[in-house]
């Protein structure tokens, strides 16, 4: 059983940076499709940057392409997820996801297509 937990959350004025990370206990996302989502108020959970399992294929959501880039590190035991000119819209909870695909290359982009989650972080972004 993969457990994700993620971390860098907080409050942070807008035009402000946050970077998330999201570790697995005891073990690496290898062969592991990873994905970040986000749930604000009152709204539906939204992908925010999917991750293939090898780290060289990213997707972005319009409304972060450009501002949050999303990155694992060489050994695969953290990804994460920096946000740069934050807005007050992207004040949500933050979830790290990951689905184990072998080594098919493609992000995976539904939330549905996801096994293990995080708790989430809250960012909230001031105006």
């Known amino acids: 059983q993969l457990q994700l937990v993620e971390s860098g959350g907080g409050m942070v004025q807008a035009g402000g940076s946050l970077r998330l990370s999201c570790a697995a206990s005891?073990?690496?996302?290898?062969?592991?499709?990873m994905g970040w989502f986000r749930q604000a108020p009152g709204k539906e959970r939204d992908l925010v940057a999917a991750?293939?399992?090898?780290?060289?294929?990213?997707v972005y959501a319009d409304s972060v392409k450009g501002r949050f880039t999303a990155s694992l590190d060489n050994a695969k035991i953290t990804m994460y997820l920096q946000m740069n000119k934050l807005q007050p819209e992207d004040t949500a909870i933050y979830f790290c996801?990951?689905?184990?695909?072998?080594?098919?290359?493609?992000?995976?982009?539904?939330?549905?297509?996801?096994?293990?989650w995080g708790p989430g972080t809250q960012v909230t972004v001031s105006s």
């Open positions: 005891g073990r690496t996302f290898s062969n592991y499709a």
């Open positions: 991750i293939s399992w090898n780290g060289g294929y990213i």
């Open positions: 996801a990951a689905d184990f695909v072998g080594t098919n290359p493609h992000p995976r982009r539904s939330q549905l297509e996801y096994d293990y």
